[in-house]
């Protein structure tokens, strides 16, 4: 089974709503170690692609919609978040081009490009306590079960799950990147909330390929 | 939370309007997207100067912007960088077609948004050119962090570059002024109490009682570290030390001296700070020769107050004192 | 009690040094008795005006000492009118034979203190004319109060007195303007939170988390009533009402409109009140051709804001756009 | 026994050490319905009449002493209680003039110049919940102990016992002078800070009277 435009579009519904429901949360792991408002940026951000999502034409591709994500999040995010995430799903958008399909190897090249994209813009490192602390070993997890023959939804689980542990690996780390990284030690306890939402984003993603029942619907 | 507000979502744009409503002589303001820019821009002639970032700063950017200062500014949702669209519209507004300067805080976010707008106004044929301003000694400037943080010496790095544009200087030249300033400008900030940003509605930290952070930045993050209140001028004494270390000044320097509120501190502290503050510096053999004590970059209602220290030569004197007319700064007219 | 102070039986001495560190180009400093004036008083010729009364209500009055506006300030200790003897020192230091006019918040010390000053000035050969402010509509001027209380209105008194004395009044002339003013202006505040006055340590009133105080004065005192917190938009109504209805304001006036922070209110929240205000005022038809935002006149870190709204006629306005050069309030020069 | 310089000196220093003693005490009362400088004012105000008492010359009269204080008062108190309390310690110098020795009558005179005094400048009226309030029922007790031929002691002491009745008769009351005036009926239930400062005052002068043990000493 490979996975289309339905799956696209639905990982774009839930990603809207985990957000949402996780708002408060991202904002209070923003207090603690940055300025408070990542919650409320990509809450902002996700509401707004949510408004344009029904604008897609009906032929468009997973490509397509990824890419009106990106340029949604740009303008209207703000902050560190929204220029990388909005360039983790242009470049996404960029690596399946216009394929109706994607299959477990195209899910690889998607989250690859993804993380590639964020590290273009933010320079960070894995280990740097940043949103690349969840999609680097998502990216390799995904590229491990491809590796090991397994199905799309096994592939977004295992990007899904790996991104839940690296974003708890954040936790004891010092950031060297992003506001948190002015705080040196002080870090050191606090999990990232970019790590923790992006991990709440490719969990939205496994949710959706295993039609697991949607909190927004 | 206690605030005049109406519905947090609303905050900016409503301040905005009410900016533009009691300053209507001075700027216009455009809604969507939201800018504030110079009522008489684009100046022919002029390089343009932009500035912005996240709200809740205020008078940063928005009340800088007019004669002999900023061109325009772009104000994001509180505390967070705008997108790059009115980084974009603002800069083509006030485009003369002698370039324009922007002026970054250096924040990731800000830098990122403002570097993807002025791509975007390149490829529209508007020369820009950046400059990212990183004063605050609180933090290291190194590979393990974000680098230097933009703080209260932006106004200094505003005002000087808009006398430099305003008196003919090409686009070069006034990116080349605001380097210097940048480069010649220290500061170093405190928190008493923390703020509350609107949505989210809870102090973006907590301090107990008799606990102070120093080092503090303008976002409500946390500073370097948490000591205990001690009297004003051995507050003074130690966020005075790395500024001076760090250029380093020197005997003889001639300085513009800057005790900045952070929104909430009574006017008699900054004084009080300001008095302490430069009777170190003559201690020190180095002279104030130019003084400014206010709100100028602010973190909502925190109390709090940043030391910013400018070397000043005859050119920097000249331009800091040539006329300016802002909500915010207004002299010689 | 966390402020940015030394020794809080110093905070005024201590903030009055560090004012004339930072602002010699237009004030000097007398010590003792303590009091700012205006660096080139006596000015030959002028009336000179001299106001004053507790501190803690920075700018107000030294920042306002210089051209155009105060030739001297004379600063109490916090919330406490200062006694005779600097009020008489600053009297005789500024006149220039021109007579000098007091202007006087009423408040019982203010007077008392004002009055025992002006009758030994007097003793002394100096002409004193005397204008006590009281534009605060929360109280009721009756047989069962002190009577309306000087608040925010003051400021523009003193300017537009300033600007009368400047282009030549006689000292009858000036001191008519200057109740001419406080006969048009009125104003109504809010707190939100309540200030600490140094030598207390404590907060002056306690309110709630979600209470704010309606009426409140500028002295930390409690207010004319305790609401819960509403949206401000329902606050600016609340407190523009009986602003309007007093003098009253009509349809067709033209006013200023003074948004006046209390100390420790971000400037976001100033121009979101700003905004309704001049949306009410329009909607009544009554024309903002002035408008004044900031922390004018303010009650140490109390967050909180004022309304003021003067009727302007063109001498008024032609007073107020006149230049001025004081450390809180500069334009034209 | 007439009261002369002695007991007036004693009177002054047993006033600056109950005043240091309440001062938190009226600075709160003054909190809770003025503006809670009244005990620092007072402070600041009999440290200054301290500070200048020694250089009493060595023949100075009752009235010479209290002269001294009302100057020094006027000079250093400020607000509305500097100049109040000081015309009070004027006039009250003014009735005994250059008397050395201050019988019943003599102290009556005193009082009722000193709650005048407070009246030419106050205009308060009793009731208003002012100072008044506190020292017309001293006045009106001293005059009725002396009709009754009283001595000296049990004037001062009926004065401060009326005092304290008098400031305590404050709390019910709205206030109609000084800033509680502003608060309206939210006056009601706070004893006038200014009517309790100057029942402490009178105490001290039936103390210093009476030769009790004095707190300062
Ligand atoms: N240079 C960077 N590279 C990758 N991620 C980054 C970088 N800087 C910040 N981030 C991520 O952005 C998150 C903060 O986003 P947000 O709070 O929306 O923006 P801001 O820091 O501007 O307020 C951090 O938790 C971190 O994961
Ligand atoms: N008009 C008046 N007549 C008599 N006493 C007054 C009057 N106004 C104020 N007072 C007294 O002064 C006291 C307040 O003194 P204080 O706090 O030192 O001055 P301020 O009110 O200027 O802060 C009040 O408690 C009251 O007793
Ligand atoms: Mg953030
Ligand atoms: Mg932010
Ligand atoms: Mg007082
Ligand atoms: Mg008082």
């Given at each position: 089974m490979t996975l289309g435009i339905d799956w696209t579009t639905d990982w774009i519904r839930r990603s809207a709503a985990v957000v949402s429901e996780h708002r408060g949360e991202l904002i209070t792991l923003d207090r603690e170690i940055g300025d408070g408002d990542h919650g409320e940026n990509l809450d902002r951000g996700f509401t707004a692609v949510l408004a344009k999502l029904d604008d897609l034409p009906a032929d468009a591709s997973p490509g397509d919609a990824l890419k009106l994500v990106a340029t949604t999040l740009i303008s209207t995010v703000g902050g560190a978040s929204g220029p990388l995430l909005g360039t983790a799903y242009l470049k996404a958008a960029g690596a399946v081009g216009q394929e109706k399909e994607l299959d477990g190897a195209a899910l690889v090249a998607l989250l690859t490009a993804a993380r590639d994209g964020v590290v273009l813009r933010g320079k960070a490192e894995p280990g740097d306590k940043t949103m690349i602390d969840a999609w680097t070993p998502a990216v390799d997890a995904a590229a491990a079960a491809v590796a090991d023959g397994k199905d799309e939804v096994a592939v977004l689980e295992a990007a899904a799950a790996a991104a839940e542990q690296g974003a708890e690996a954040t936790e004891p780390l010092v950031a060297r990147k992003g506001r948190a990284s002015y705080l040196g030690d002080r870090a050191i306890g606090h999990r990232d909330p970019g790590a923790q939402s992006s991990s709440l984003l490719l969990r939205a993603a496994a949710d959706a390929a295993a039609g697991a029942p949607s909190a927004g619907q | 939370m206690k605030k005049l507000i109406n519905d947090p979502k609303n905050v900016v744009d409503e301040a905005v309007a009410g900016f533009e409503a009691a300053h209507g002589d001075i700027v216009t303001v455009s809604h969507d997207p939201i800018y504030i820019a110079r009522k008489d821009a684009p100046v022919a002639g002029k390089v343009a100067i932009v500035s912005g970032g996240g709200s809740g700063h205020e008078p940063l950017h928005g009340g800088f912007v007019g004669y002999g200062m900023l061109d325009a500014a772009v104000p994001g949702p509180v505390f967070t960088s705008p997108t790059p669209d009115p980084i974009l519209a603002a800069t083509k507004a006030v485009d003369s077609g002698a370039g324009v300067l922007h002026i970054v805080k250096n924040y990731t976010g800000d830098v990122l948004n403002f570097e993807t707008a002025a791509d975007l106004a390149a490829a529209d044929g508007v020369e820009v050119r950046t400059v990212v301003i990183d004063d605050d000694v609180a933090v290291k400037d190194s590979l393990y962090t974000a680098g230097r943080r933009g703080v209260a010496g932006t106004v200094l790095v505003e005002k000087i570059a808009g006398a430099a544009a305003e008196r003919g200087d090409d686009l070069d030249a006034v990116a080349a002024v605001a380097e210097k300033v940048n480069g010649q400008v220290r500061t170093m900030g405190?928190?008493?109490?923390?703020?509350?940003?609107?949505?989210?509605?809870?102090?973006?930290?907590?301090l107990a009682d008799d606990e102070i952070e120093i080092g503090i930045g303008i976002h409500g993050e946390p500073g370097r570290e948490r000591i205990k209140l001690a009297p004003a001028d051995e507050i003074v004494d130690r966020l005075l030390k790395p500024v001076l270390e760090d250029l380093p000044f020197a005997s003889g320097d001639k300085v513009l001296l800057l005790v900045n509120g952070m929104g909430g501190t009574p006017q008699v502290e900054l004084y009080v700070v300001f008095r302490h503050a430069a009777e170190v510096l003559a201690g020190k053999g180095i002279e104030v020769t130019r003084s400014l004590v206010g709100n100028y970059v602010t973190s909502l209602e925190m109390q709090g107050v940043s030391i910013s220290v400018l070397k000043l030569d005859d050119e920097l004197t000249e331009l800091w004192d040539a006329p300016v007319q802002t909500a915010a700064l207004r002299w010689g007219r």
């Open positions: - | 405190v928190a008493l109490t923390p703020c509350v940003v609107p949505h989210a509605g809870e102090p973006s930290f907590t």
